[in-house]
Structures are given as C-alpha cells and as structure tokens.
C-alpha cells in the first residue's frame, strides 16, 4: 500500500533539494529522519483519493519548503503534522525523536485541526482571533495555511458537504488570515479554490470566459508589450513581463460589488514589468521608456518606490492610454519588491479592516516577518530573529464556544461563572455546574480558547459571595455584588421588622435620634449593621429593650434629660442666637462633626474656646457624661451665614476609568463648590472615595450628594462627621 522504496527515496531527494533552494541552513538528518518517521507512521493510511495518505505530509512540507519558505524545522513540522492526530504515535515520542520545538508546533497544528470540527462559521472574525489566541509560534500558522492549500487542491475527493464546510472556512477564515501574513499568493489561490467548491456555477462561467477571452487578452497584451520590449531590450535591461491573473474570486467579487457585468471588470487590462535587478532606479528608466510609447493618464500615477506603503509594499503603478484607446495599468517594480509582495509582506489587510490594539500586534509581527525576508541573506540577523517565534496575539482574551458552537469572547482567567453571565443574567444567577469538553468540572476552573462550555441550573441556586473572588468580567462582578447588596437589603429589612415587632412589645418608641445613639452605644456604625446583625440572631434584642426599658424608668426619675439641660442652660446663659454679633460670645464650630448651616446643632460650653457648636448628632456628645449635661447650650443658625463649611462625604461605588473625573466634575460644577480634599481607595472593581468639599449650608451639601448619586456605578453617597 505504501509508496515503493525507489519513489520515496526520489521524492526525499526531491524536497532536500527544494530546501536547499529556498532555505539558508537545511538540517538534511533532520528532514531524512523525519520523512521516514512520518512515511513509517503513516503507512497503513489512504487519503480520499486513494493515494498513500504519506504524500499528503510530504505535499504539505513541500509547499512549506518552496511556496511560504522560513526554516527547516517548519517543513519537519510539515512532515510530522498529522502524526499525532491520525496514528499511534503521540507527542512524546515526537519530543523524544525531534525536540520540543518540532513537538510542540505539531502540537499546534493538531489543536487548530480540532478546532473547526462541527463548528457551523457564523462569527468569522472571532474565529480568526481564536484561532490566534491559541498560536504561540509563527510556524504553526505557516503549516496550518500549507496543510489548508494542499487539502484545497485535493478537495475534489472529497464528499460535496465535506467540500463546502471546507471551503467556506477557508474563504472566512485561513484566506483572510493569508492576506493578513502578506502572503499574497496564497491567499488568492485559496480564495479561487474555496470560491470553485462554494459557487461551481459562477466559478465555471467566469472560467468559461477567461478561457475563450484568452487569444484576444494574449494578442492585445502582445501587442501593447512588444514596442515596449524592443526598447527595454535596446536600453538592455532584464525584464518580466506578465498580463497580470486576475484571480476568480476576485473578478466576481468586483462584478457582485460594483454590479457590472464581467467585460467590465475584466477588459481593465494590467501589465506588470518585474526588472531583474537591485537597482531602483531602471524602474524609472522602465517608466520613462514605457510613457515616451504610450500617453500617461497623470492623476492614475502612484510612486511607491519612494515612498513606500506603510507596509512596504514598492512598486510603480501607472495608467497608461494603449492601442485602441484602451487604459492599461502598468506595475514596475524589481524582482525583490515583487517577492516582498507576493510571499510575505504586502499586508493589505492595513488598509482594509478595521484596526483595534491588537492589529497594532499583528502589525508588529507583519513586520517582523518581513524583517525575515529581507534579511534574509545575512545569516546573524535571521538567526536572531529565528530564535525567538513566540507570538503574543489576542493572548489577554480566550475564546470558548456555548454548546451551540456560538463564540463567546471572555477575558483570560475567565471561569464558568463568567461565561454563564455572558449568556445571560438569569443563567449567571442560577448556575450550579458547568461541563467543559462534556466534563463536569468545578465553577472556579479556568477556561482556555476552546473550550465548549455548558452551564448547569437550578431554579434554586443563587450566587454564591465567594463567586466574586474568582471571576473576572465586568459583568459577572457587578451581577454577583448587585445581587448580593439586595440580599442584604432584605436581611436588613428583617432585622428592622423583628426589632419594631418587639419594641412596640416593649411598648418603647424611639426618636430616630434616640435610636441612632443606641445603636452607637452598642458599637455599631449604623443602623443597618445593626439590623444585619439583629436578624442574624448575633444581638438579643430583648437585651437591648429590657435595658433600655430599666433606663428610662430611671430616666423619668432623673431630674433632667438632654434637652432639658439645653433648655436651662440656655435660660442660665440668657438665650443667645450664636451669630457671633448679637451674643458678642466667644464660639467655633466643633471639628469632629463639622456642622454646616442646616444641620440641627447644639453648643456645648468650654473652657477657653467659648462655644463649641456640633452637630446633635455628633458621636462626641453621647460620651459627655451626665454630670457635664449643664454645659449644653442651645444654639440656633443665623438667617444668613456667608461662610463656607466644610463637610466630608464617602462615596461607595464601582470603579471605571475616568470615575474620579465625573466625581469631582460633577462637584465642582455646580455653584463652583471647592474641593478641599479627594481621597480614592480601589480594590478589585470597587472603588471607595472620600471627599471633603466646602459648602454654604445643608442644602447645598445636598444638591452636591445628589449629583454624586446619578454618576454611573456610584451606588451610595454618605457624609461622615469628622472631615
Ligand atoms: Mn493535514
């Protein structure tokens, strides 16, 4: 079944020599061991076509070694490629018998076959992206677009679904990708063979038309080039001269787009002259030659030798008015431009696609390749070079597949938890497991490019709090904290039910203020905590009322309680309104609680420093003791205060770029209040801020507060007393 000893020894000849051609160092053991390695392991195996499945490998590697030349150990790689996916043998073997590097391109190539399998293309360009996220060495792409052509020439064995899906993720996805790398050749020989198996009928007639089209097209080229080449000859310049292809695919693209019927497109005539020479300067001699014969059309005139394409591409295009009126475009270029083009570099993509930062990667390495190519010649530069193929593209995202094949793009490190929220807020929220590749596997499991992710869920399953210390999208967090923040919200209301059923048991009420007291005494911050804490059963509310109930007692008995003692110290000072002028007393305003006009205040009288006036609800004040109660005085704001107070607010929010910005923006925008500090702490996404501000009065402060709500992701605005 296997190819006979005498041909195989021919065709190892064969390929040996094409290296030697077409590459600088040819490791020719290396080949030899490989192209019996795969010739051994592949040799119970028949292609479609009923050929020794071995001459695949070696097609791929001869394309590799002629076609999209770069090194040695690629057409090794090409000879090995589908060893591990279609024979016994497995990675470790090609580690132990070639190295890592041979094994792990092989290995890349094995995972992109397996990629597509099933996969209907609906999201092309994701998919080139995925298929970049998992390619860590150049050499990978470089076989994988050889083992594509080879199998695009052989596609007519075939079955016809076989045929379209081929096709079609080829024209979607490996040609663009050619184009892309700057390898013009073969990307437009994809693009014909895909566009022959996905529309016969239009390939057929356009090729029907060529074909009868082709005298006419070969005399007039004739005949527009000879005058040309008499004088290019007399001026002895060495020269190509080809009546450019023009491609299938991309004469039916032009007819779909343009919406004009073949003749047109294809009686556009285009001739290129290829100088066999280094020297730029007979391509101005060509053009000079080539205008003196024929009248130029001036605006048509490009010169990109000296001034090159961002991607290098070189070359002169002009238009020219040929026998029988006809336009002809004309290339001049040397032989080295043309190569730079066809093989590797004249990246058309820059022009054509969109651009985000990782085209700006891709870029780079368009560069780099090039740089390969033109240095091809100095041994040092293209060592250097070829030393280090790591490709670093779209490796910060992955991209997995949902269990209808559609792609999800998640940043790295995602887990199923991202993945599930990606889908759907409702799948987030009551996911319980997840199979990756059909295996069940825990939530905080770190999903590759890949994947095929299907989340499990229970009506019954609620986000877990831990979910937030390992997922990673945007998304996810702020579902996962939303849902928790409302969670609590409903503990706290609760909380807040059980301690109103058992005071009114109690039969005590409290004043809000009364209440807010307690609630520091007992060492909360707030009431909220307080609540959280009651219904979590961590407080004994009887405790709190049975105490509560015996103070009071005792309270009635005392003889003065805190607004009493105001009240006649007031009477004892005389009933001043601290405005400073009417009372001519001494007073400030207390620095743990900065009151500012508005707020409901009382003085307290001290020993040296007049008045302190604070906030009634100031922290301090609950610590003054009984016995200093007679110091209280009673303290109203004056009907017009032009000072500025300052006042301190915490802002508790989700953080984004540009938050501090909005944050004081939105501050000092309104009645150009003052900023007297700015205070962040992030953490994760959370983002915590404190500001203190100057302001004229309460309402002020809260016109500022508002602001502050309505900014996206802020979600609580709070003033705290010592600023
Ligand atoms: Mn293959």
């Known amino acids: ?60 590697a001869m394309i590799v070694a002629t076609e999209i030349p770069l090194d040695d150990i690629s057409v090794v790689s090409a000879l090995l490629h589908d060893v ?68 695009m020439r052989t596609l007519e064995f075939v079955n016809q679904d076989k045929q379209r899906r081929i096709a079609q993720e080829t024209l979607e996805i490996y040609a663009p990708f050619a184009n892309r790398f700057g390898l013009g050749r073969v990307k437009w020989e994809l693009e014909d063979l895909s566009f022959k198996y996905l529309n ?20 007039y080229i004739k005949k527009f080039s000879d005058p040309i080449v008499e004088k290019l000859e007399e001026y002895k310049i060495k020269y190509e001269i080809s009546g450019r292809a023009k491609h299938l695919y991309s004469i039916y693209r032009k007819m779909v787009r343009r919406n004009k019927p073949f003749e047109e497109i294809y009686d556009l005539f285009a001739i290129r002259v290829i100088l066999d020479t280094e020297d730029r300067n007979e391509c101005y001699t060509s053009l000079g030659i080539i205008n003196q014969i024929y009248i130029p059309i001036p605006d048509r005139f490009k010169d990109y030798i000296s001034i090159p394409k961002t991607n290098n591409y070189q070359s002169i295009h002009t238009t020219v008015v040929g026998p029988e009126g006809r336009l002809v475009e004309v290339q001049i270029r040397t032989k080295q431009m043309h190569d730079i083009a066809e093989r590797g570099v004249a990246a058309h993509w820059k022009y054509k696609e969109n651009k985000n930062t990782s085209d700006k990667e891709l870029e780079d390495w368009v560069n780099w390749i090039r740089d390969i190519f033109e240095n091809a010649s100095k041994e040092d530069a293209r060592k250097e070079i070829l030393e280090s193929f790591k490709l670093n593209l779209y490796q910060d995202e992955i991209y997995v597949f949902t269990p209808n094949g559609d792609l999800k793009r998640l940043p790295l490190n995602s887990t199923p938890v991202d993945f599930a929220f990606e889908i759907h807020g409702k799948v987030g929220f009551h996911c319980i497991g997840a199979k990756v590749n059909s295996k069940i596997v825990p939530l905080d499991t770190i999903l590759s490019s890949g994947d095929q992710v299907d989340i499990i869920t229970s009506k019954n399953q609620h986000p877990n709090k831990n979910w937030i210390k390992f997922v990673q999208t945007h998304k996810a967090k ?59 059963n961590k407080t004994n509310v009887d405790d709190i009322l049975t105490s509560s109930l015996e103070k009071e007692k005792k309270d009635k008995t005392a003889p003065l309680e805190f607004e009493n003692f105001a009240k006649i110290a007031r009477d004892d000072v005389g009933g001043i309104l601290v405005d400073g002028k009417k009372s001519g007393l001494m007073y400030s305003y207390a620095k743990c609680c900065n009151p500012i006009p508005g707020d409901p205040v009382v003085g307290f009288i001290t020993t040296g420093e007049g008045i302190k006036i604070h906030r009634k609800t100031c ?22 205060e032009e000072s500025l107070f300052v006042a301190g607010l915490t802002i508790l929010g989700e953080d984004f770029p540009g938050l501090l910005n909005e944050i004081s923006h939105s501050i000092v925008s309104y009645k150009n209040t003052n900023i007297k500090s700015i205070n962040i702490n992030t953490k994760d996404s959370a983002f915590e801020g404190s500001v203190t501000v100057y302001v004229q009065n309460l309402e002020h402060l809260s016109r500022i507060t508002d602001r502050l709500k309505k900014i996206r992701g802020v979600y609580s605005v709070e003033r705290f007393e010592s600023a």
């Open 478 to 536: 702020s579902a996962i904290r939303k849902w928790m923040n409302k969670e609590e919200d409903e503990i706290v209301a609760a909380g807040k039910d059980i301690w109103e059923r058992k005071a009114k048991k109690y039969k005590l009420s409290f004043s809000n203020q009364e209440f807010l007291k307690l609630v520091l005494s007992l060492r909360f911050d707030n009431a909220k905590q307080f609540f959280l804490s009651v219904a979590q």
């Open 200 to 219: 016969k009928e239009a390939y057929e007639e356009i090729a029907r038309k060529i074909k009868s089209k082709r005298k006419e097209r070969e005399a």
């Open 619 to 640: 922290s301090n004040l609950i610590h003054i003791s009984e016995k200093e109660s007679h110091k209280f005085v009673s303290v109203d704001w004056p009907s017009a």
């Open 84 to 151: 591990v996916e279609d024979t016994d043998f497995n990675l470790e073997i090609l580690v132990k018998q070639f190295g890592k590097e041979v094994a792990d391109i092989v290995d890349g190539v094995t995972k992109i076959s397996g990629l597509f399998k099933g996969q209907e293309i609906t999201q092309a360009e994701n998919y080139r992206k995925l298929l970049l996220s998992m390619v860590k060495d150049v050499r990978v792409i470089l076989v994988k677009f050889a083992d594509r052509l080879h199998n």
């Open 1 to 60: 079944m296997n190819i006979p000893p005498a041909k195989s020894k021919k065709m190892l000849e064969e390929l040996i020599e094409n290296c030697k051609k077409h590459l600088v160092n040819v490791n020719e053991e290396l080949i030899t061991k490989s192209f019996e390695f795969s010739l051994e392991a592949h040799k119970n195996d028949l292609r479609a076509s009923g050929e020794p499945y071995f001459t695949h490998p070696y097609e791929v």
